[in-house]
């Protein structure tokens, strides 16, 4: 089996998503993607685990890093692929439309046909970024060959709906522990009761009214939710620990320390853990590159509420943004799908871009 970069990004869509790539088993469609680039003289390709970078070396006076994973989350009877319509669009439906393997097929696509960009190019397809940032092949690769991350701007392939998104929403989990004393329940005033003592918790949580935060002329939605509570021993003993787990989105002004000095301040006179944060990324819209690729694909920019990998970049000093076809909504969806006439656009974006003088 090959990939033939010469058919069109939509059925080239097709063909990627019907080739399974779950977390942690993207080795097949990995070699497939180093294969066909590898065909292509004006690329030096570089394959780090089951990554797979292909640059252009031209010497042109700007760098742009375009990035896609490569991996989904499981099946759930979503593929193969198929051509159908939802209200009479024309769209593919099937796990990894939209997340992502639409951008990865643009993006396979222009690196094939733009021999000679205006901008050098490093395309990145990575793997398993689904799952645990231990495992994310970017984050791998920023750590063993950071030089492949030198770039002037990054584009991340998210699904963007089309539209440019810039930066991204931070995020971060923390645990808010109550204890108590076990007793059995048919005499539970011997005991004290861990989850009644939890109810404090979930009001403070019911009442709290997050923030729009506006960062560089994009308005960040923050958030602070329950996302798990546990405890409890047996139906007959008074718990002593209640968990409630509780997930921060908080807007890119404000650092990792600043979102887990806040979560603490709201849930004064509790124990607060911190498991697990990461940093988000301002917009970087007012380099003078980005404005320019704004400007090339006529979009509107948004910001981007979630956490994606554009973090990594801007973590490294280099502005990002995501761009790439289909609805965030839609992301890890059984119904998951994406116009068709979104990812042609999406190509025809990049490739007024970066095959004109915009770069």
């Known amino acids: 089996m090959a990939l033939d970069l010469t058919m069109s990004s939509v059925d080239l869509t097709r063909t990627i998503c019907d080739i399974p790539s779950v977390s942690g088993e993207e080795g097949v469609l990995a070699d497939l993607i180093e294969q066909a680039v590898s065909a292509f003289p004006h690329l030096e390709v570089i394959r ?3 990554t797979v970078v292909a640059r252009t070396n031209l010497g042109r006076a700007q760098r742009v890093v375009i990035a896609g994973h490569i ?3 499981p099946l759930n009877g979503n593929v193969p692929v198929r051509e159908t319509e939802v209200d009479g669009v024309p769209v593919l439906w099937g796990r990894g439309t939209v997340d992502m393997k639409a951008g990865v097929a643009v993006q396979l696509k222009l690196a094939a046909e733009l021999v000679a960009p205006s ?3 490093t395309w990145m397809w990575y793997d398993n ?3 645990e940032a231990s495992r994310n092949g970017l984050a791998l690769l920023a750590a063993s060959r950071p030089d492949l991350f030198a770039g002037d701007f990054a584009i991340l392939g998210e699904p963007s709906d089309g539209q440019v998104e810039g930066g991204c929403n931070g995020t971060l989990r923390a645990v808010v ?10 005499r539970a005033w011997v005991g004290e009761n861990a989850i009644h003592r939890a109810a404090p918790i979930l009001a403070r949580l019911a009442e709290y009214r997050p923030r729009d935060v506006s960062v560089e002329g994009l308005v960040y939605r923050e958030g602070l939710n329950a996302v798990r509570i546990s405890g409890g021993v047996a139906g007959n003993v008074i718990p002593d620990v209640c968990e409630v787990e509780v997930n921060y989105r908080f807007a890119p002004s404000k650092t990792a320390e600043e979102a887990a000095a806040h979560v603490r301040s709201v849930f004064a006179g509790f124990p607060v853990e911190v498991t697990d944060s990461s940093e988000g990324a301002r917009p970087g819209l007012d380099a003078p590159i980005a404005q320019r690729f704004v400007a090339a694909v006529g979009a509107t920019p948004m910001p981007k509420y979630g956490w994606t990998d554009v973090a ?6 280099i502005p990002a943004v995501n761009y790439g076809p289909g609805d965030p909504h839609l992301a890890h969806h059984d119904e998951e799908r994406v116009p068709i006439a979104q990812i042609v656009a999406v190509e025809q974006g990049l490739r007024s871009w970066l095959g004109g003088s915009g770069a």
């Open 119 to 121: 901008a050098d190019v």
């Open 177 to 186: 522990r109550t204890e108590g004393v076990r007793a059995h329940s048919a």
């Open 48 to 50: 780090h685990g089951n």
């Open 129 to 131: 970024e689904e799952v």
């Open 312 to 317: 990594r970049f801007s973590e490294l000093g």
């Open 71 to 73: 991996d989904t989350v």
